[in-house]
């Protein structure tokens, strides 16, 4: 007959090396879940916390002039009217010199058209960004400016808020501040971004190499069965 006892028992190093997998799979798979519940805390603190920008050297001429820009550009993001799209470029963008980086790696936005393509995806698309206008800082040299500031965005697909940071550069051009430069990021630790997708990396490693053992101890204790089945089918029989 069958000796199942011998069958289970042929292989304990298998046995062992999947319960060591099975164990790491399960402790990666938390300490990505610690990570990810972390962003998400560091997340909803950071939209709480109030950054201590300066305000900056600018002239309270020249400062209330750039913070109306920007009021103007959140205007725009606020009502997100896709047919003034050009009414609002023209009134707050330098179109012969102005590049953009969004939050992509590949969104790198300049020229006219560059801009009216970036406000059509945004407004259309992403969600609702508040800035910080009045709290922003901004650095003046002669006829330039440095702008830096904090907002948030909500996501129209997620319904999730993350906290924002922009930064970017004005020029005095014609009697009136432009935008030149722009750039938003979101403002996360990446810190926790990182060590997670590290260790999801592992973890999916660990799940992969689990999987093969168990399919190898599968196959191989299918095949110590068919030998005893056959050894059994051809044993003589006893009386």
Same mark, same amino acid.
């Given at each position: 007959? *069958?000796?199942?006892?011998?069958?289970?028992?042929?292989?304990?190093?298998?046995? !062992?090396?999947?319960?060591?997998?099975?164990?790491?799979?399960?402790?990666?798979?938390?300490?990505?879940? @610690? @990570?990810?519940?972390?962003?998400?805390?560091?997340?909803?603190?950071?939209?709480?916390?109030?950054?201590?920008?300066?305000?900056?050297? =600018?002239?309270?001429?020249?400062?209330? =002039?750039?913070?109306? /820009?920007?009021?103007?550009?959140?205007?725009?993001? +606020?009502? #997100?009217?896709?047919?003034?799209?050009?009414?609002? *470029?023209?009134?707050?963008?330098?179109? &012969?010199?102005?590049?953009?980086?969004?939050?992509?790696?590949?969104?790198?936005?300049?020229?006219?058209?560059?801009?009216?393509?970036?406000?059509?995806?945004?407004?259309?698309?992403?969600?609702?960004? #508040? %800035?910080?206008?009045?709290?922003?800082?901004?650095?003046? /040299?002669? $006829?330039?400016?440095? *702008?830096?500031? &904090?907002? +948030?965005?909500?996501?129209?697909?997620?319904?999730?808020?993350?906290? %924002? #940071?922009?930064?970017?550069?004005?020029?005095?051009?014609?009697?009136?501040?432009? !935008? $030149?430069? %722009?750039?938003?990021?979101?403002?996360?630790?990446?810190?926790?971004?990182?060590?997670?997708?590290? =260790?999801? /990396?592992?973890?999916?490693?660990?799940? !992969?190499?689990?999987?093969?053992?168990?399919? !190898?101890?599968?196959?191989?204790?299918?095949?110590?069965?068919?030998?005893?089945?056959?050894?059994?089918?051809? =044993?003589?029989?006893?009386?």
């Amino acid at each position: 007959m *069958i000796n199942w006892e011998s069958v289970n028992q042929k292989q304990p190093r298998m046995k !062992i090396l999947m319960n060591v997998f099975k164990v790491l799979t399960f402790l990666l798979c938390g300490i990505v879940l @610690f @990570f990810m519940l972390n962003l998400a805390y560091s997340n909803k603190e950071e939209l709480k916390t109030e950054k201590n920008y300066t305000t900056g050297n =600018a002239t309270v001429k020249d400062r209330q =002039a750039i913070l109306n /820009v920007l009021t103007f550009l959140q205007q725009g993001y +606020s009502k #997100r009217d896709l047919s003034k799209i050009d009414y609002y *470029i023209d009134q707050t963008i330098d179109t &012969t010199s102005i590049v953009v980086l969004g939050t992509n790696p590949n969104e790198i936005f300049s020229g006219k058209k560059g801009i009216q393509k970036l406000f059509y995806g945004d407004w259309k698309f992403w969600g609702d960004v #508040r %800035l910080n206008v009045e709290k922003a800082h901004i650095t003046q /040299v002669d $006829n330039m400016a440095y *702008i830096a500031t &904090t907002g +948030s965005i909500k996501i129209d697909v997620w319904r999730i808020t993350f906290p %924002l #940071r922009v930064t970017g550069v004005l020029i005095h051009k014609n009697s009136k501040w432009l !935008i $030149n430069k %722009l750039q938003f990021q979101y403002d996360l630790n990446t810190n926790f971004i990182i060590f997670g997708m590290i =260790a999801s /990396v592992l973890a999916t490693v660990s799940v !992969i190499i689990l999987m093969l053992i168990l399919s !190898i101890s599968f196959v191989k204790k299918e095949n110590s069965i068919d030998i005893d089945w056959n050894r059994y089918m051809l =044993a003589p029989e006893c009386e």
